[in-house]
């Protein structure tokens, strides 16, 4: 099974999570934290490009900032902001092998938050 940008969230979360995830043992799906964060992902960011579908990650948002490549990931709360910024780097990851350099942005809609994540050194190091 490849990664995806959820098996990296959920890995600095909770690795029981990521163990069941990896063995097609999903969450239950019409829970309502999960139904708030797909209606969020809908209703914010309404003239960006969505859900982009890549391989195996799913990138929430893109666009272009002139000639630069932007992708988004869209977060109902920055609480876990660490995960969310491992997901995010992934993806940058992923792209640049496919040959594409990007930046990111973590969304944060509800707290009208935005953070700027780049694939450095170091984050790159601590996904492999």
Not at 79 to 105: H, N, V
Request: charged fraction near 30%; charge should be positive; aromatic fraction near 10%.
């Amino acid at each position: 099974m490849h990664p995806t940008g959820t098996l990296i969230w959920y890995y600095y979360i909770c690795s029981r999570e990521v163990w069941l995830m990896s063995r097609q043992l999903t969450p239950w799906q019409e829970n309502p934290f999960i139904e708030i964060g797909r209606l969020l992902s809908e209703e914010a960011y309404k003239r960006e490009r969505k859900e982009i579908h890549l391989e195996n990650i799913v990138i929430d948002l893109l666009k272009t900032e002139g000639e630069n490549v932007v992708i988004g990931e869209v977060k109902k709360s920055s609480r876990f902001e660490k995960s969310a910024r491992m997901q995010l780097a992934f993806y940058l990851w992923r792209l640049k092998q496919l040959g594409i350099e990007a930046t990111g942005q973590l969304l944060f809609p509800k707290e009208k938050k935005k953070i700027i994540v780049t694939l450095t050194k170091e984050l790159k190091a601590e996904l492999i």
